[in-house]
């Protein structure tokens, strides 16, 4: 009877020591298990481009500095500084178009634009020579690499704070315009400003050549009765200068009588565009 009960006993005791041990052994797991967790983390940090620390649960980093990040610098009391920010700030502007790209931009230092205050930033000032408000400026590990000064040809604008932070400039390049091409002859100079005939202000070459064989011109050409070998632009040009010579440019009423009959200008008043 008491052999069968030391038996029993002996088993209990084993029993609870083995719960015992797994109990450690899981302990310790799970106490490599948050190590793991903190090292890979901070190895994943490492390469970051902000400095962070662990929050209490140690699982997730907190970002604190961003190490090349643009500042936005202002000044109490500085009109023209409220003025730039409500430009860049306003719905639909700058600031918004850039979050919708991923930009983070606020007075946070984690932030790609940190809005921040001269005073925070005493030694940065004294780099950049600042003279007026607001300066913008991009460091990278707390030297400064680039600035923009307002007042530039180039506007403050999301090509500007992209060039501020990257260092290459990604801003569309206008359209060269190409210079307009026409034909000439050499018989007569060119010039622009047409006026139209009989009303048409894009009339065909045929049309201005019998405009000008016609009554009200046939009798100015003089030395330019043939222009069918000119060109488009020259027998504009033409018709042009001699509504100007001879009744273009001035007032009906300046004219007499006699000079009426003598260059036709009541066939085509002068001020009007034919």
């Known amino acids: 009877m008491s052999a069968r009960l030391l038996a ?4 209990l005791l084993a029993f609870v020591t083995g719960l015992t041990r797994a109990g450690d ?3 310790r797991t799970t106490d490599k298990t948050v190590v793991t967790t903190r090292t890979e983390l901070s190895e994943k940090n490492s390469n970051d481009n ?5 929050n209490e649960s140690g699982l997730e980093p907190v970002r604190k500095t961003r190490a090349t990040r643009v500042l936005f610098i202002t000044t109490s009391g500085c009109e023209r500084c409220q003025k730039e920010l409500d430009r860049l700030q306003k719905p639909g502007g700058e600031f918004e178009s850039m979050r919708t790209r991923g930009w983070k ?3 946070e230092p984690s932030n790609h634009i940190q809005i921040v205050d001269a005073e925070q930033i005493p030694e940065l000032i004294k780099q950049l020579n600042v003279r007026e408000y607001p300066t913008v ?3 990278s590990d707390g030297e400064i690499v680039r600035s923009f000064k307002d007042g530039c040809s180039t506007p403050l604008d999301v090509w500007t704070f992209g060039w501020l932070m990257k260092g290459e400039s990604e801003r569309p390049q206008a359209a060269i315009p190409e210079a ?4 000439w002859t050499g018989q007569y100079p060119l010039r622009g400003n047409h006026w139209s005939v009989e009303g048409d202000w894009n009339p065909s070459k045929e049309k201005v050549i019998r405009h000008l064989h016609g009554e009200n011109h046939l009798s100015q050409l003089g030395p330019y009765a043939t222009v069918e070998t000119w060109s488009y632009e020259e027998v504009r040009s033409l018709h042009d200068d001699l509504h100007e010579k001879y009744g273009g440019g001035v007032s009906s009423g300046s ?3 006699s000079q009426q009959q003598n260059t036709g200008v009541n066939e085509f008043r002068g001020g009007r565009k034919f």
């Open 105 to 107: 931009i606020g007075p």
């Open 255 to 257: 004219f007499t009588q």
């Open 137 to 139: 400026a991009c460091i």
């Open 8 to 11: 029993n006993a002996a088993l």
């Open 50 to 54: 902000s400095s962070t620390t662990l």
């Open 180 to 183: 307009i091409r026409v034909q």
């Open 25 to 27: 052994d899981e302990a």
